[in-house]
Each structure stands twice: as structure tokens, then as C-alpha cells.
């Protein structure tokens, strides 16, 4: 923990009768691109705000490069933050915007304008200096407020939600772009979002929170093929859930009763849930199979439900089946084009098999 | 592919036409849901309003070069009213005192009406609700009232009423700062409720302090509302009658209550000629203040 830039201590935060943080306890090592993810409302941006001074937490401590934040303001924060709105300063030009976190700590002149010049630089935007906010893109003024806050040489660099007011090719461009940003600054980036796909595209580790709790904090594929709860398995990606009842464990394997699909056997790596526990097993729908003809098994144990299609969603690239197995068990299943006529090969109402392994099924407990 | 494009455009085009053209009907186009200016009722809406705004006015600024003492009918051209007020020292100086009232009374009323609006805007406190209905409450108070309890006041207290220039003019502006300030008050923080917190959240976030944040962000942001603020101030103080009226002594005269003083005995086109320069001074005043207020546009 000594080690971490940041460490987030049992932080809680009360608004009237509203917890918007709950005990939050985390740890970011420096240089990390860390994100939080959670639904709107889940705290994230209180947690946010709290570690740039914004918010004082009712409880708890959070320390910066060893130095405990308590009592001290925004301005004296070695944090800089990128707000959701931008907050660009309207009245002043792209190069006043980018000065003025020097400019009122009594930078040298020489100094504010070489360090406004190279921010300008890094954030492509070397050209447009002279010109007022309401001259520029959403992008453009986006990167106005990244300069404006990388000049200061936080840190941490705090990002509230930054692509959310984007179009969906800019943000994606975005996405790229704030991750290679970060690898060029090497500052550690805290990024706070409720987009799923900016998360797991562009940060090192997440923290998926939850009415003002951390559920999980993990890396991206971690938290993805290995959710710790129904609600993390839910809220990242889609996710095919089945009710079960555990019939036993036995070593690195839980036997379990699943209504739809009978007795079954799932790997469990941890020390497993009681006989009799109700518990949910999940697959995400990528992981499942169609076929017209009955799958023959390929060695590994693999599960296998006939099905209709009852609905189905194309998108250009994959297309979401939904299939309705004949005891009325509906299943998520995505599957690639990857031919040109792929998607034309299946109907809605056709008889077909969905299979899968049963080493991808994910056992969530919670 | 270009082509193609072109050919679909010059269908595009023909459809187009074919959807505007209508056989045997008028060729204008049906009256659209927004096209009010091409609606009869709207335009004799809009004439009406202009010609009961600015007839009185433009009649008063024509007949203040009328070549007659009575000024009833128009009997040819001149500009020596124009001269005569320049040289009728109680209009003259009338004049002087109600600009230097003007200018100092807005001077101060935007300063104290701004900072209402910022201690309404930005604080909590007890008795807030009360504190923003005390504010408001001289935008309603009847001027006569106004006018009479400060009368009274500064005679119960004593106000000194024999000063040399200007300040035998305190107590008019005093009166005049009291019913103008909550005016700009209530402009000022309009334009602050439309301010974007985050902006000073950013201003604080990058290092500075609460008063560099307060001079380098907020107060830009307010400026267009300052500007109307002093500029209603301004065009409250000079024109008022009723509480200068109550609060000026027989050396104090203003332009308003000269003007009324002069009109009891016969309209000459003098008034008219010194009212017509007080208008072009406030419409110039207000076309400086907007040009002040958007450099940009220019």
C-alpha cells in the first residue's frame, strides 16, 4: 500500500439521508490507469470529487503520494481534474485557458509559455492557440481542458465521465488516445465512467461500484470471464443466468442442479458454497454456439440445449440471437459474421442447437 | 459513383419541385406553423406597438425644432431652442445634477446590488428567504411612499440640507441608491444562475485561490450582467420624479422636476430640445454599453 499514489482509506460521504460513499477503501499504484464504473448514481463521481478536494468525506482518509488530503484545498492538491462539462473558461482563449493553472501560482512568463506551448502539443491543438471555446469542437475543447490540466504536472489526473458528451467514432478515437496520452505523460490517470467499453478498453485495473460500495476491483478481463457477483457479471457485458441448486463439490468441481438443464458440472476454483445453496450460474452469450445439427462432443465437456430463435439483432459485425429452449429457457446468443452470408443462414422460428463448455460457465455465488 | 450521385441529386431536385407545385392554386407557398410574419393580425400587432412606443417620442424630438413659442402647430424649422436651453442655466444646471446623481448612484447600486446577488447566489444563511423578500421589496414599495419616508427620514435625522456642490445633492442620490439597487440585484443574479459551478470548481482545481477565482472567472461571467444592471440604474435615477421630488431642496433641482416646473407654465419647444439630447445621451450610453459588452461581434 506505501507504494500506491493514491490510497482511498475508508472513505464514507453522506448527502442528507443519501450515502453516496460507503466505506470506500482502494489502493492505486502510480503510473496505473485506474477507472471507476458504476450505473449513475453509484458514487463514483463523489469519490472522485472527494480525492480532488471538491467533497469532504464525512469519514476516512485519502492520501496522495503519502501525504494525507485532510483539510487541504483543491488548489493545493497535486491532483488536476478534467471535468464532465469541461468547464473551459469562456472568456479566454485556448492559450489563456491552457496558462492559467501557471499563471495564478506565479509561474514565470518564459515558463507559462514554453510548458503551454508543449501541452498544446501533446494534445494536437498547437494550432488553434488563439482561439475562444465557443470557436471549437466538443472534441477540441475537450482537449483544451486535458492541456489545461496536464500543464499543472499533477500527479494524478482526474477524469469525470470525459467521453460522455462525444459522438460515438470520436470517442472511440478518444479512447485510444487518452490511453496512449497516459502511457506518454506517465501520470497516473483516475478515470470515473458508467461506459462499460471506455472502462475495459482503456484502463489497467477497474473498481465496479455500486450504491456508493466497491463490488470488485480487478483488471479487465478479470472482471469480465471472472465476475465476483451477479451484479458485476450484470452490469459488464450481457450475460446468460442460470438458478441452481448446489448438489456438492467435489475438488476443483461443483456438482450443481440447474432446472433447465439438469445435473451438471461446473470448475470452481474456490473453496465452494454448502450443498443445497441456491446460486446462479452464468455464461456470457459469445461463449455460446449455434448449430443446425446436434454439436457432437469435441472432448471437453460441452453442453448442449435444443432451441428455436425467437428474435434476432444484427450488427453488421455480430449478430445477438435469441433462442427459447423447449422449456422455456431464453438464451442470449451473439454470434460472428464472419462470412458474408452468415447472418442469412438463420431464421426466426428455425429449430436449431445452442451449445457450450461447461468450463465457461461462471459460478456467482452473491 | 459521381455520376450516379449527380443523377440522384437532379431526381431529388424534381421531386422536390413536384412536391411544392400545386395546380391551379396560388403559387405561394401554404402558410407554415412558424411563418407568423406572413400573418395580417402579427403585423398590425407589430405596428401597433411600434407607433404607441415611438410616436409620443419621435413627435417630441420633431416639434423640439418647431418655430413657435406655444408649439402646437408646426410653423418651419430651427434650431434655436437648442440654444436657448444651452444658455437657461436652471435647465442647465438641472441637467449637470441629474447626470452627476445618474452616475454616482449607479456607480454605487451596481456595486451593492452585485454583491446581494452574489450573497444570495453563493451563500446559505438563516433568514435568507427573508433577507431575499426585504431585497426585492423596494421594486414594489409605490415611489410615493419611497419618496415620502425618505423625506421624513432625512428631516428626522437631521440631514444636512445647505452643502456646496455636489454634495448638496447626497441625500437625492442616497434615495436614488436605495430603490435602484435591488434592480441590479435581481439582473446580476440572473446571469449568475445561469453560471456553470464547474467553471469555478476548475478555476479552484487548478490552483487558485477564492479571490483569483472570483476576479478571473466569476466576475467575466457576471459582466454582462453588471452592465444591464448599472445601465438600468442609470436610466432609473435619471428619470425618476417622485422620490427626487420629496428629496430635493429648492438649490437641488433635477432635469424631471425642472422639466415639470417649466411644462406648469407653458410647453416651449425648449423642453422639448433639452428632452431630446437627455434621450440621445442614454440611447448612446446603452449602444457604448452593448458594444462594450461584445467586442467579439465587432
Known sequence: MSNDIVSVQGVSKRFGSVLAVDDVSFGIPRNEFFALLG????????????????????????????????????????????????????????????????????????????????????????????????????????????????????????????????????????????????????????????????????????????????????????????????????????????ESRVLGANGRTLAVEVGELGALEVPHEKAGPREGAAIALAVRPEKLTISTAPPDGDGRARLAVAARVINWAYYGDTSHMYVRTEKGLELNVNIQNTTRDTAESLNVGDAVWVSWAAADMIVLEE | MTRKGAQVHAMARSFAGLARWRPGRSRRAPLGPLDYGRRLWLRIVVALTFILIYMPIVTLMVFSFNDSRRNIVWRGFTTKYYVKAWHNDGLFEAFTNSLTIAVVSTIVSTIIGAMVALLLWRFRFPGKAAYEGFMALPIVIPDICLGVAMLVFFARIGWPAHMPWPLNLSAITIAHIAFSFPFVSIVVRARLAGFNRELEEASRDLGASEWQTFRHVILPYMKPGLIAGALLAFTLSLDDFVVTFFTSGPNTVTFPVKVYSMVRFSVTPEVNAASTVLILITVLTTILAVRFQNPARN
Open chain 1, 39 to 242: 450505473p449513475s448514481g453509484c458514487g463514483k463521481t463523489t469519490l472522485l470529487r472527494i480525492i480532488a478536494g471538491l467533497e469532504h468525506p464525512d469519514d476516512g482518509a485519502v492520501i496522495i503520494d503519502g501525504e494525507d488530503m485532510a483539510g487541504i484545498p483543491p488548489n493545493r492538491r497535486p491532483v488536476n481534474m478534467v471535468f464532465q462539462s469541461y468547464a473551459v473558461f469562456p472568456h479566454m482563449t485556448v492559450a489563456q485557458n491552457v496558462a492559467y493553472g501557471l499563471r495564478v501560482t506565479g509561474t514565470p512568463r518564459a515558463e507559462v509559455s514554453r510548458r503551454v506551448d508543449e501541452a498544446l502539443e501533446i494534445v494536437q491543438l498547437a494550432g488553434l492557440a488563439g482561439r475562444k471555446p465557443h470557436q471549437l469542437s466538443g472534441g477540441q475543447r475537450q482537449r483544451v481542458a486535458l492541456a489545461r490540466a496536464l500543464v499543472k504536472r499533477p500527479k494524478v489526473l482526474l477524469l469525470d465521465e470525459p467521453l460522455s458528451a462525444l459522438d460515438a467514432k470520436l470517442r472511440e478515437q478518444m479512447r485510444l488516445e487518452l490511453a496512449n496520452l497516459q502511457q506518454q505523460v506517465g501520470i497516473t490517470f483516475i478515470i470515473v465512467t458508467h461506459d462499460q467499453d471506455e472502462a475495459l478498453s482503456m484502463a489497467d485495473r477497474i473498481a465496479v461500484m455500486n450504491e456508493g460500495r466497491v463490488c470488485q476491483t480487478a483488471t479487465p478481463d478479470v472482471l469480465y470471464e471472472s465476475p465476483a457477483s451477479r451484479f458485476v457479471a450484470e452490469f459488464i457485458g450481457k450475460v446468460n443466468l442460470f
